[in-house]
C-alpha cells in the first residue's frame, strides 16, 4: 500500500514558477514508476509528466515540455514537479500517482495509487 500526499499548490501570476511535491508512504516507493496528471474544470484528467522508478527515464505531455520539469528522490519519499513560465491554461487540480511499472504510462488505468491533488490556480 502507499499512500500520496501531493503540496506546493497555489494561486500564481502569468509567467510564475511553482514546485509541486508528492510525498510517499512506505518502504517500496523505489518500485514504482510516479506520474502527475491534472484535471481542469470541466474537463477530463490528463497526463502531465511521468519519470521511472530509477528516475533515468521521463516522459512529458506537448503542451508543458521546455516548461514543466518531474524529478524524484527515493531518499525521501518524493517526486516533484517544477512548473515554471505559468499560463492560465496550466489552471487545475494536479494528481500525483504511482505505477508498479518500471515506466510511467500516459494512461491512467494503469495506476494503483493516487493522491488527493493539489490545485493550481494561473491569474492573467
Known amino acids: 500500500q502507499v499512500q500520496l500526499v501531493e503540496s506546493g499548490g497555489g494561486v500564481v501570476q502569468a509567467g510564475g514558477s511553482l514546485r509541486l511535491s508528492c510525498a510517499a508512504s512506505g518502504r517500496t516507493f523505489s518500485r514504482y514508476a510516479m506520474g502527475w496528471f491534472r484535471q481542469a474544470p470541466g474537463m477530463e484528467r490528463e497526463f502531465v509528466t511521468g519519470?521511472?522508478?530509477?528516475?533515468?527515464?521521463?516522459y512529458y505531455a506537448d503542451s508543458v515540455k521546455g516548461r514543466f520539469a518531474i524529478s524524484r528522490d527515493n531518499a525521501k519519499n518524493t517526486v516533484y514537479l517544477q512548473i515554471n513560465s505559468l499560463k492560465p491554461e496550466d489552471t487545475a487540480v494536479y494528481y500525483c500517482?504511482?505505477?508498479?511499472?518500471?515506466?510511467?504510462?500516459?494512461?491512467?488505468?494503469?495506476?494503483?495509487?493516487w493522491g488527493q491533488g493539489t490545485q493550481v490556480t494561473v491569474s492573467s
Open positions: 519519470i521511472s522508478w530509477s528516475g533515468g527515464s521521463r
Open positions: 500517482a504511482a505505477s508498479k511499472g518500471v515506466l510511467p504510462t500516459t494512461t491512467q488505468r494503469q495506476y494503483d495509487y
